[in-house]
C-alpha cells in the first residue's frame, strides 16, 4: 500500500502539476479534500486545489514538479520537493518579472482508496517572493 500511494502522489506531481492536465485532478484528489495550509484565497475543495494549480501554471507556464524523496507509512505519503519555473504571468497580484525560481517544499498527503484525502503544503514562499524581486534580498 505504501509504495502504491507513492506512486500515486509521484503521478500527480507529473501529470497534473508539471504536465497541466489539471481536468484530470479528480483521478487524484476527493472532492472534499482537505487543504491544511490553504494559499491566500485558496476555496475549499477539489475546486481549491485545481484553482491554485492553474495559477501555478499560469504564473509558471514552464512549471516543473519534482519529487525528491519520499517516506510512507500506511496511508500517508510525506515528499520532499522542489519546482522550477519562469515567472511568466502574473502570480498572486505579482506581474511577470521573467525570472526563473527554484522553490523547495515539503507535502504530506493523507490517501484514502488510493485518492488524496487531505494535504499539507509547506513551501519556501520567503524565498520564492526573494526571487521574484517582491522582498529584497538581505546583503551579504
Same mark, same amino acid.
Request: aromatic share 8%; glycine share 12%; net charge negative.
Given at each position: 500500500?505504501t509504495?502504491?500511494n507513492?506512486?500515486i502522489?509521484?503521478?500527480?506531481? !507529473? =501529470?497534473? %502539476?508539471?504536465?497541466?492536465? %489539471?481536468?484530470?485532478?479528480v483521478?487524484? /484528489? ?8 490553504p494559499l491566500? #484565497?485558496?476555496? *475549499? #475543495?477539489? !475546486? #481549491?486545489?485545481?484553482?491554485i %494549480?492553474?495559477? $501555478?501554471r @499560469?504564473g ?6 519534482? /519529487?525528491?524523496e519520499? %517516506?510512507? =507509512? +500506511? ?5 520532499? $520537493? ?9 502570480f $498572486? +497580484?505579482?506581474p *511577470? @518579472? +521573467?525570472?526563473? /525560481?527554484r522553490?523547495?517544499?515539503? /507535502?504530506i498527503?493523507r490517501l =484514502?482508496?488510493?485518492r488524496i484525502?487531505?494535504t499539507?503544503i ?7 517572493? @526573494?526571487q ?8 551579504a
Open positions: 500500500m509504495q502504491e507513492s506512486a502522489v509521484r503521478r500527480f506531481a !507529473e =501529470e497534473v %502539476i508539471t504536465q497541466g492536465q %489539471i481536468d484530470r485532478t483521478e487524484f /484528489v476527493w472532492e472534499d479534500v482537505v487543504e491544511q495550509v491566500p #484565497g485558496q476555496g *475549499p #475543495g477539489l !475546486e #481549491g486545489v485545481k484553482d %494549480i492553474q495559477a $501555478f @499560469t509558471f507556464p514552464d512549471l516543473v514538479f519534482s /519529487v525528491l519520499q %517516506i510512507a =507509512e +500506511g496511508e500517508k505519503v510525506v515528499s520532499r $520537493f522542489e519546482w522550477t519555473g519562469t515567472h511568466q504571468g502574473e $498572486f +497580484g505579482v *511577470p @518579472t +521573467g525570472r526563473q /525560481v522553490v523547495w517544499g515539503i /507535502v498527503d =484514502e482508496k488510493a484525502k487531505d499539507r509547506l513551501m519556501d514562499t520567503m524565498g520564492l517572493m @526573494t521574484l524581486g517582491v522582498i529584497p534580498s538581505r546583503a
